[in-house]
Structure formats: structure tokens, C-alpha cells
């Protein structure tokens, strides 16, 4: 495997696998930067972001508790393509900055330790330049589809839906410095994992991971 940066990029499409893959590194000791979770973390009440978007879409995406109704949310947004540019320009640079915070954290901590940026639009968002080495979760579209509908039990149409909303699997292989085939077992995608691990402690030099 060639060599691997400290700071890596794991992405991938919906039912890919990728959160597994996540796991899997965290368990081996990797800090993980979820941006899924700073999503929902700029958006608590109280916060820059919850109170922008309040600002932008008004009471209506919100619980009497403050908290975010991300259906209502996402219902606003489906139907209105400027309002998700209008979100997108909101949160984009309050996850960025959160997510910069976390690595220089864990960087501080143990300045050797692998960090994980696990981001589902990594390349859609142009947030490639945050990591040394992207690493794709990939299985082929027939069996993403497969999966997504034996995941969220709904139809093919839905699934091809869902599906089509995100850049397509295999036009991500093109911004990828490594695979991760996860068509297979678990065992097999492990045995993958362990590879990417080795090769990323080997990288710090220290062995102690």
C-alpha cells in the first residue's frame, strides 16, 4: 500500500459501509472526526448555527424545545433548491471550523496519533484539502441499491432515489488514494482495515498504536 498520511479522509456513498469502516479504526485507536455528529452539534440550541438558521427559516424547523425538526428542515429544502444553498452557506463554515478544532485537539494530545476525518461528502463539499489521504468505502451500485433497500425496507425507486441525491460510487474512486472494498465479509474488509492501519502506524514510526 503506498504510504498514508496522518490525517485521512474516509468517505463513501449511503450503504456503503463506511461507518463500519469507521468503527473498525476507531477500535485500532484512531481519534475520529465525526461530521455528522458536528452537524447536529452546530445546531443545538443556543448555538451560532442554531440561531441562523432560525433567522433564515423561522420557527417552523424547530421544536418547542429549541431543538432542530430536521424533517421539517429537510422538507424545506427539498422542495426549494436556494434554500439548501442558503443552509449549505450557513453551516458549511461553522462544521469546517468545528472540525479543525477537533484535529488540532487530538494533534495536541498526541500529536502521533492517526486522525479519522469521517465525512460522507468529503469530495462533494471540497473538503479534500483538510486531509493527506483520501480513503474510499466502495461496493458496486447494484449491491449499494441491494443493501440500501434491505436497510431502510423501501422500494427499488426509493432506494435509486437516494441514491442519485450523492455524487455516484464509482466517480468517487477517481478522488480516492485508497479502497476499501466492503462487497465482501466483514473478515475480508477487516483483513483490508488491518492493512490501512499497519501502514499508518508504520507511517508515525512510533509502533506504539
Known sequence: MEEIGLTLGLTGGIATGKSTVSNMLRVRGAAIVDADRVAREVVEPGTEGSREVRKRFGDGVFHVDGKLDRKALREVIFRDPDAREDLNRILHPLIVRRMEEEVRRARKTD????????????????????????????????????????????????????IRAQMPIDEKKKFADVLIDNSGTLTETERQVDALWQTMVSKNGSGRL
Do not use: C, F, H, S
Open 111 to 162: 500529536a502521533e496519533r492517526p486522525v479519522v476525518l469521517d465525512v460522507p461528502l468529503l469530495i462533494e463539499e471540497n473538503l479534500l484539502w483538510m486531509v493527506d489521504t483520501v480513503v474510499l468505502v466502495y461496493i458496486p451500485e447494484p449491491l449499494q441499491l441491494k443493501r440500501l433497500m434491505e436497510r431502510e425496507g423501501i422500494t427499488t425507486e426509493e432506494a435509486r432515489r437516494m
